[in-house]
């Protein structure tokens, strides 16, 4: 921790012109496409600049700085820097109802994901100022979290007696329902952990696994959205938010949705198309040079037993973790717009 306050405190010395108002920004994974292509240019460059010298940023990811993924809200409620942002799934063991945010397989689109974030936004904004002592400023998607296996398969009943690491908690018991065994491994150690056959399949963003290289380890893709849009929650501590004047508050507010949050979810609604053709050579691959995993489609069958396990199985069990108060919220807002109702088993 000590090395932790150190960096974050001597890289604001040196951003921090005189009588500026200073913010220590730790963002989400260093090397994937969010982080370097919105996360840091935001921070880093568009806030300070709109703030016409007013506002100076000191910019790490949790990643450089060894942070362990559930500790990063927490730590930012406790003020140890001034903002966060990372997968709102890391965060479900302190708040198991935050887990509603990012429900699996109801939404194939990105305009459907932003309508269930958008109607869920009042909830987690709640969640967040209760458990992590923090304001809410930004939902940003990752895209679709789709299958890499190392091994082969041809549909979703193949998953059935592999171990998959599961991308989130709801992923982790809609595995289990199929007869999969679900595995906790962290992002950074499933290349390892697939090429060793701790694990057989992994779950994460189709762009997300191509960055990080995970076709070198994996031979099959699976594009079942099994989990979610793995929503990345941008929050700044509370008390920190409070001591900003009303005018910079709606500087971040303006800024921060217009210049953030607006195109990374803009970019988000063809990234699943183009992901796919950069791991599987099925067309053009903006990113860079396309590689040969094969590609494995979901059927009509697929999704009809995936949305079977989700509505009797994986939400009921949320339901019951999650409590009756924020279930009702849940039904009479994301609920609504995904035509779905979650009573408890």
Not at 63 to 84: E, F, K, N, P, W
Not at 120 to 146: K, T
Not at 163 to 176: C, E, H, I, N, Q
Not at 239 to 249: E, P, V
Request: proline residues 5%; aromatic residues 6%; charged residues 20%.
């Amino acid at each position: 921790m000590k090395k932790t306050l150190t960096l974050l405190a001597t890289t604001a010395l040196v951003a921090a012109p005189a009588m500026a108002e200073d913010l220590s920004v730790v963002g989400s994974w260093s090397g994937l496409p969010l982080h370097k292509q919105y996360e840091a240019p935001f921070w880093g460059e568009t806030l300070p600049a709109a703030s016409d010298g007013e506002l100076a940023t000191a910019v790490t990811t949790h990643d450089q700085m060894g942070l362990g993924v559930g500790d990063i809200y927490r730590l930012l409620g406790d003020g140890v820097y001034d903002v966060a942002m990372t997968v709102a799934d890391y965060a479900v063991a302190d708040a198991p109802e935050l887990e509603g945010l990012d429900v699996p397989l109801l939404a194939l689109t990105a305009d459907e994901a932003k309508a269930m974030v958008d109607a869920a936004r009042p909830m987690v904004e709640d969640i967040y100022n209760a458990r992590f002592n923090s304001h809410v400023l930004a939902i940003a998607p990752y895209p679709p979290q789709v299958v890499f296996c190392n091994a082969p398969i041809g549909g979703l009943a193949d998953l059935k007696g592999l171990k998959v690491r599961a991308s989130g908690r709801m992923t982790a018991k809609f595995l289990d329902a199929l007869g999969a065994e679900g595995v906790n491994v962290s992002f950074s150690e499933v290349p390892g952990a697939l090429q060793k056959g701790v694990v057989d399949c992994a779950v994460t963003g189709a762009g997300s696994g191509y960055s990080a290289g995970w076709w070198e380890v994996s031979s099959h893709l699976l594009t079942l959205p099994l989990g979610g849009w793995d929503s990345v929650v941008t929050a700044i501590n509370l008390d920190k938010w409070n001591s900003l004047s009303g005018d910079m508050q709606s500087l971040i507010s303006s800024e921060i949705k217009a210049n953030f949050e607006a195109p990374a979810w803009a970019s988000a609604q063809g990234a699943l198309v183009n992901d796919i053709a950069c791991l599987t050579g099925n067309g053009e691959c903006p990113a860079g040079d396309a590689r040969s995993m094969t590609l494995v489609e979901a059927s009509d069958a697929d999704f009809a037993r995936a949305r079977e396990i989700l509505e009797t199985e994986v939400l009921p069990d949320w339901a019951g973790r999650a409590g009756d108060d924020w279930v009702a919220r849940w039904n009479d807002s994301v609920g609504e717009v995904v035509g779905v109702k979650v009573t408890a088993n």
